[in-house]
Each structure stands twice: as C-alpha cells, then as structure tokens.
C-alpha cells in the first residue's frame, strides 16, 4: 500500500516554478503534519518543509525559505508545495510524508527523514 502519491515534478529552467501536490492513499488516516523532502543522487534525504494542525504551521529549511510555500487542503488532506525561483541545486526526487500527534514543523523538517513513510517521489529538475 502506497501511503502517499506525489505528482507535479518535472524540468524547469533555473528562476521558474513548479507546484507539487500529495495526496494521501485511503489508507492513510489524516494525521497532523505534513512534511516535504528531498534527495538528490549521491546525498542524504533531506528535510524541505513542513506543515502542521491546527492552525497550519509552517517551517522551512533554511536553503528554501522565500522560494518555497507548503500549505495543505483541509478539505481532501493533500499537501501542496510551491516552488518558486528555481535553482539547479533544488534538482532531485521529491518525498512527501505524514507525521502523527507529537511532531511539529520544525521537528518534520530536521529530523522528519528518520521517521518517514515513503511514496514513489516526483522528480524535480532544474537546468541552469
């Protein structure tokens, strides 16, 4: 069972956008958070932002924040993550996962890797 699926990567040229959107599988009850990650070859995973109830509280990582927007849709729990002023350095695969009672944005960003349930990814590349 795929817990989530991750749609609207692709090829962009540097400075342009993309907007990716998770949606949760039925199997998947509605959790607290929300996180995006990423992982480009030859690195660790990484932590890109995340988003939390009540309240959709956000936190980003410090290489995205004011390019990037993460928000969630109440009404079908998918999380959406807009990119903007693309750099070739943001070029890798993609994750979204969810995250129960106790985390926080913050948490989900740092340490939310560790602790993931994986989809397939949506690759995003960004030509210079």
């Known amino acids: 069972q795929v817990p989530v699926v991750e749609t609207g990567g692709g090829s962009v040229q540097a400075g342009g956008s993309l907007r990716l959107s998770c949606a949760p599988s039925?199997?998947?009850?509605?959790?607290?958070?929300m996180g995006w990650f990423r992982q480009a070859p030859g690195k660790e995973r990484e932590g890109v932002a995340g988003?939390?109830?009540?309240?959709?509280?956000?936190h980003y990582a410090d290489s995205v924040k004011g390019r990037f927007t993460i928000s969630r849709s109440d009404a079908d729990n998918t999380a959406y993550l807009q990119m903007n002023s693309l750099k070739p350095e943001d070029t890798a695969m993609y994750y979204c996962?969810?995250?129960?009672?106790?985390?926080?944005?913050?948490?989900?960003?740092?340490?939310?890797?560790?602790?993931?349930?994986w989809g397939q990814g949506t690759q995003v590349t960004v030509s210079s």
């Open positions: 988003v939390c109830t009540p309240g959709s509280v956000t």
């Open positions: 996962s969810t995250f129960a009672e106790g985390w926080d944005p913050r948490s989900v960003v740092n340490i939310g890797k560790s602790f993931g349930y």
């Open positions: 039925e199997y998947n009850t509605r959790r607290k958070c």
